[in-house]
């Protein structure tokens, strides 16, 4: 049994100011897509202007913000919401759904790309590549926590978390961390350069993460106020059954007729010709 690490989740408080490692994880991912879009948009990868690119940035914050914490609420809170709805801004009472923000994405990203007349799926591909990267700084914010621990088991590097019993449990976090977010960031990397049309980053992805989630979730304790939703399956695992088909279609129709990225930056390159 391995000894769990006990790092205080606040790194610095001021008064009632405190600065805390989930707060700084969010933060390090939204500065690391900004600057992601930024060079995907100088290559030509993601065929934006610089005050779009701005402003998709601004619609993915909030966006993002308000699909995670609307989708906890909705799944995975109790009924206490309804008396106070209000609930759904009390981000500092904690709760984020990540397939809530990847429904924000999803919003942003199309707004975007309709007000820029360009195929979504050109927005959704260079927002992916970072998306594993968030999530495994997520995962990692979770583990100082100690929330969201695994299921009790006799592995070796099991671990008595905080709040969560005398017995040792998988450090489902890190797990997550690695496969949802290391592994898959490898892959969707080395398939950038490799890839000829839109929307199969997008669909890799998806699937991907998906897959891992549904997996990974056996060895994660379900969530205390709901439990297994259907049988031995928890909202998790549904959810991620809900991206995890339409992320196999669009990989599907993607590889036979998705737009070519080729025809894109070339289409970009033309137009820039013609402004300047």
């Not at 805390?20 to 948009?41: D, E, H, T």
């Not at 309804?82 to 009390?90: N, R």
Request: hydrophobic share 50%.
């Amino acid at each position: 049994m391995l000894t769990f690490p006990q790092i205080s989740p606040v790194i610095v408080q001021i008064g009632p100011l405190a600065l805390r490692w989930y707060g700084l994880m969010y933060a390090v991912s939204f500065y690391l897509l900004l600057q992601l879009m930024r060079k995907s948009a100088q290559s030509r990868f993601l065929p934006l202007d610089a005050i779009l690119v701005e402003r998709l940035f601004l619609y993915l914050v909030v966006f993002i913000l308000a699909g995670a914490r609307v989708f906890y609420v909705l799944f995975y809170g109790n009924s206490g919401f309804l008396k106070d709805p209000l609930e759904i801004f009390a981000l500092w009472h904690g709760g984020m759904s990540f397939h809530g923000g990847l429904a924000g994405i999803a919003i942003a990203s199309f707004l975007i790309a309709k007000k820029a007349k360009i195929p979504w799926r050109s927005v959704l591909d260079t927002l992916v590549l970072c998306g594993p990267v968030g999530i495994f700084l997520g995962r990692i914010g979770n583990f100082i926590n100690g929330e969201l621990y695994g299921r009790v088991t006799e592995v070796p590097w099991g671990m008595v978390f905080p709040n969560a019993g005398s017995l040792p449990r998988h450090p489902s976090q890190l797990y997550e961390a690695f496969f949802e977010g290391l592994v898959l960031t490898v892959v969707l990397w080395i398939l950038r350069g490799r890839v000829k049309r839109y929307g199969v980053l997008t669909g890799v992805f998806l699937v991907g993460y998906a897959l891992c989630r549904i997996a990974l979730e056996f060895f994660r304790e379900p969530d205390v106020q709901l439990g297994f939703v259907l049988g031995p399956f928890t909202m998790g695992q549904l959810l991620s059954l809900g991206i995890l088909i339409p992320g196999a279609v669009l990989l599907a129709k993607s590889l036979k007729n998705g737009p070519l990225i080729e025809q894109r930056l070339n289409l970009k390159t033309q137009q820039r010709k013609k402004s300047a």
